[in-house]
Structures are given as structure tokens and as C-alpha cells.
């Protein structure tokens, strides 16, 4: 069982970055083919208002570096101190060579920072997270964990199921060594659930042919290729709402915590119905469980948790000591919760992407 | 209003917008599930709690956690949606 207890560590920096196009859902009817009806039908259903897309060829590790850099910008932490960058992504820069040891040259990182990419989704900050903490307590003092991802890398063109719901946006956070109380964490997987939530072609598995690259009308109503990622809703729905209040009440559990005590409890921004049965289920106070993070933004994937407290509650974690419930859940499928607490850390307002920042 | 007036009116206005033919007057028997897609159903559920708490006067969530589990959902069809919300309506 993947659970653990850490001591003495602690996020202290987080930033979001955003795509810079900020694009409303009834933009996008020619694109997609929405009439009015089913305009109306997602605005109602999932409460989809805009979402903030970057330009084309703007890739999420250009999103993150701008967040790092605004970190060091505005921090006492320094470059120097850095000891590993994990970067957690589904679109990285190149296939090869892992898109985090690009990262360490273009922050002018020091060459002692080792570097590495984690492929997961929705649940990656959770993992990111859990693999920053690990590091610290095994003595690397400062990590800076980056987030996020690109949607056109992966997200068929025209795909009315899934494309409207994606935004994109790239997260810095950095941990470190710090007098902190107890942090909590317990990670999961599913590997059964795979085809749920699939790219099906261009890895090694399914190679890149002339078909799979082609876009086509799927059963579905989307038109995708077998190069676009597939996500087959009522699964998604059925497994999110079926495991995260466990999921919780475990974690609130080994932490030895009643929901009552938690600030906040900030969860991979799916779609809000989701997160208000999931609070709902868990009888916890909607005020306490962000959902707007979709609905504005789009679905950031991995830096749906981070977007969400630079997006809607930048002024509590900058000011405030806060104990905070984390959870992500998705593609793999996998997913984890996490219990730890902030202290007035750097969290500042989500910002627009700058074109400075591109290599 | 009897709750299966409250579940074919329901079905009915989700359907304005998907069309499907065999929503239009739906019986007992119409495989609810197999004809919506997973925002279908989302659409449905949301219709059902507006209807329901405007009867009701108190929410109901009907979502649980085998709304979209192909094999357990109570969604399979009106007559398993009508006992499922009945039960609710029951325990809320």
C-alpha cells in the first residue's frame, strides 16, 4: 500500500500560468458544431463558461518556466539551492529526452539539480507531490516540482467530447525542508481502467501509421484520431464518484483529522457536479471544496489542484496558516489524496501567459 | 404529479435537445442508459433534482455511485429509475 507520513516538509511556493487566449464556449460552436440546444445543453450540464487556451506551438514547459521564474523573481528562493526538478506532463517538449532536464538549462538550474518527467494526468500533482516530499525526506533539500500541459498536443481538433473541456496551464511549486507539521499521502492505481482514458496510438504499443493519425467521426459523436486522447465519460464519472469520498475519508482518517478541521479541500477540478456529489457524499461544506476551476479555466489536468488555489484562493494561502485535503484522480487510471498544511506561503494570482518565456 | 409524470417529463426535456427517437415517448422499458451518453445522463440527473426539489421542496441528490456503472446503474430504465428515486425520495 502506497501511504506515508512526512515531517518537516512543506510546499512554499506555488504559481500558475495560464494559456493566454481566453476563449468562451459560444466561440467555438463552428468548431465543434454546437447549435444553440447543445450550446445551452453543456453550459447547463457542466456549467462551462470559458477556458484559457495558449497559442499554438506554446508548449506547457514554456507555461511552467514562467511560473518558476516568477518564483524566483519574487522569492528569497534561489536557483542554486534547487535539487531536483520532477515535471509531470502528457505533452512534453520531445519524446526524448525527458522535457524536466530541458527545463534545468532554460532556469539556468545547476547542473547538480537531477531531472525527470512523470506521464500521468489528472492525478499527477498528487504523484508529483508525493515524489517531491520522498526526495526531501531522503535529504535533497529543495524540489521544484512543474505541472501541466498543453491540450492541442493531445486533444483531437474537433472533438466536441472532450477538447471544450481542456485548458491549459503549467504549475510551479516548490518543497522544502521547513519546520512543518505532519503531512499525509496515499496514492493509487488501476491499471484495468486504461482504456478509459487512452491515447491508443503513437507510442510503442500502437506506432504512428497514416491511418492513425487521420481524424474521424466516432461513435461517440467526436471526431478524433487514434492519435487524440479517448475518454469514455460514464467510466470517468463512474470511477471518480465511486472512489474519491473513500479516498478521503481514508486519508482524513490516517491523518487522525475530521473534515470539519480541514480548510479546504481542493480536488482535481473534473466537472463541478462531480465535485459537488463528491462533497455532498462526504457531508463537508460546499464553501470549503472549490469548484468554479473548470467552469473558467478548463480542466488543467495535473494543474487543476495548483490552478485552483492561484486561481480562487490566492489571498488565504498567502496569508493564512491552512490545513488543506488534496486529491486527484484519472487517467491510468490512478489517484491519491494528500492531508498537509501551508504557512502564508507564496501562492500569488493565476497569470496570463507571456511570450518572454518561450525558448 | 406522480413521479413516473416526473421521469418522462424529465427524460422528455433532455431530449429537446438530443432527439433521440426512442426518448420521445418513452415506457417502462426504454434502456435509458444505452441511449444517453455520459453527459446525457448528467443532463437527466440535474432535470430530476430541479423537478424533485420543486415538488419536494427539499434537494435530493440523485446521483450515487453506480449512476453510470453500466451493470448497476439505476438508470437501466424507468421502471429501475422510478423504484431508485422512490427510495430516495424515501431516505433523504
Redesign the interface.
Given at each position: 500500500m502506497s501511504k506515508a507520513t512526512f515531517q518537516d516538509i512543506a510546499i512554499t511556493a506555488m504559481v500558475t500560468t495560464v494559456g493566454e487566449n481566453i476563449i468562451k464556449l459560444e466561440d467555438e460552436k463552428e468548431r465543434f458544431g454546437f447549435d444553440d440546444?447543445?450550446l445551452?445543453?453543456?453550459q447547463?450540464?457542466?456549467g462551462l463558461k470559458t477556458r484559457y487556451i495558449a497559442s499554438l506551438g506554446v508548449c506547457a514547459s514554456d507555461l511552467c518556466v514562467q511560473s518558476a521564474n516568477t518564483i524566483f523573481d519574487n522569492t528569497d528562493i534561489k536557483k542554486e539551492d534547487i535539487g531536483a526538478l520532477i515535471f509531470v506532463t502528457q505533452s512534453p517538449d520531445y519524446k526524448a529526452p525527458s522535457t524536466a532536464i530541458v527545463m534545468q538549462d532554460r532556469l539556468a538550474l545547476p547542473n547538480s539539480c537531477m531531472a525527470f518527467d512523470i506521464n500521468l494526468g489528472c492525478s499527477g500533482f498528487i504523484y508529483g507531490l508525493f515524489t517531491a516530499f520522498s526526495y526531501v525526506n531522503s535529504g535533497i533539500n529543495k524540489i521544484l516540482l512543474c505541472v501541466g500541459d498543453v491540450n492541442d498536443y493531445f486533444a483531437g481538433e474537433k472533438d466536441r467530447i472532450f477538447t471544450p473541456l481542456m485548458g491549459d496551464a503549467g504549475s510551479a511549486i516548490v518543497i522544502e525542508k521547513t519546520p512543518s507539521p505532519k503531512s499525509f499521502f496515499s496514492l493509487y492505481s488501476n491499471g484495468g481502467g486504461y482504456k478509459h482514458l487512452i491515447i491508443p496510438s503513437g507510442g510503442a504499443r500502437n506506432r504512428t501509421t497514416t491511418k492513425s493519425i487521420l481524424p474521424k467521426q466516432q461513435t461517440?459523436?467526436g471526431i478524433r484520431s487514434d492519435e487524440n486522447m479517448f475518454m469514455?465519460?460514464?467510466?470517468?464519472?463512474?470511477f471518480a464518484?465511486?472512489t474519491v469520498?473513500p479516498l478521503i475519508k481514508e486519508i482524513l482518517q490516517d491523518a487522525g483529522i475530521l473534515a470539519k478541521n480541514i480548510d479546504y479541500f481542493v480536488l482535481h477540478q473534473a466537472?463541478p457536479?462531480i465535485l459537488k456529489?463528491i462533497a455532498?457524499r462526504l457531508k463537508v461544506a460546499k464553501e470549503k471544496v472549490p469548484l468554479e476551476t473548470g467552469k473558467i479555466y478548463g480542466n488543467q489536468n495535473s494543474a487543476s489542484i495548483p490552478g485552483t488555489i492561484n486561481g480562487f484562493l490566492s489571498d488565504a494561502f498567502q496569508n493564512k496558516k491552512l490545513t488543506l485535503c488534496i486529491a486527484g484522480f484519472g487517467i491510468g487510471l490512478s489517484w491519491g489524496a494528500a492531508v498537509l498544511q501551508t504557512d502564508n506561503i507564496y501562492a500569488p494570482q493565476t497569470q496570463l501567459y507571456k511570450r518572454r518565456d518561450r525558448v | 404529479m406522480n413521479l413516473n409524470e416526473i421521469i418522462v417529463n424529465s427524460i422528455q426535456s433532455v431530449n429537446q435537445d438530443l432527439k433521440i427517437d426512442a426518448l420521445q415517448n418513452p415506457t417502462d422499458e426504454t434502456q435509458l442508459f444505452s441511449l444517453l451518453d455520459s453527459l446525457g445522463t448528467l443532463d437527466l440527473i440535474l432535470e430530476l433534482e430541479s423537478r424533485l426539489q420543486e415538488i419536494t421542496g427539499r434537494y435530493i441528490a440523485v446521483a450515487n455511485e453506480d449512476s453510470m456503472d453500466k451493470d448497476a446503474t439505476p438508470f437501466k430504465n424507468i421502471k429501475t429509475l422510478r423504484i431508485y428515486l422512490q427510495q430516495r425520495i424515501e431516505n433523504e
Open positions: 440546444d447543445s445551452a445543453r453543456i447547463k450540464s457542466i461517440d459523436g469514455d465519460g460514464k467510466e470517468v464519472f463512474n464518484i465511486k469520498p466537472n457536479y456529489t455532498s | -
